[in-house]
């Protein structure tokens, strides 16, 4: 039973920096692709990065320059440091990973981020 686990959510003025990690356990198969998402109140829920296992990064257009994705693959785990924050930035993250041979896509529950103008 493949799990994946968020932290390091929380309340940040405007201007400030948080660390999110995932963690995915349970497979005895590796993972392909890791990403993270967000979604807001009221809004679609979007691909904020995502990394392939070589370490290919993409980023959604809003968050360039200030969001820096990066991965563990002996850990099997996927961090996403945010800096600069705005207030726009407030959404639960969510982090999803792609087993590979099933290519299943395995969802955490997500964790809060509250940025404060």
């Known amino acids: 039973q493949v799990q994946v686990v968020e932290s390091g959510g929380g309340l940040v003025q405007a201007g400030g920096s948080l660390t999110l990690s995932c963690v995915a356990s349970g497979s005895i198969f590796s993972f392909n692709d890791m990403a993270w998402y967000r979604q807001a109140p009221g809004k679609q829920r979007e691909l904020v990065a995502a990394?392939?296992?070589?370490?290919?990064?993409t980023y959604t257009d809003a968050i360039k320059g200030r969001f820096t994705i990066s991965r563990d693959n002996a850990k099997n785990t996927v961090s996403l440091q945010m800096d600069s924050l705005e207030p726009d930035d407030t959404a639960v993250y969510l982090c999803?990973?792609?087993?590979?041979?099933?290519?299943?896509?395995?969802w955490g529950q997500g964790t809060q981020v509250t940025v404060s103008s």
């Open positions: 990394i392939t296992r070589a370490g290919d990064a």
């Open positions: 999803s990973v792609r087993q590979s041979v099933s290519y299943t896509w395995f």
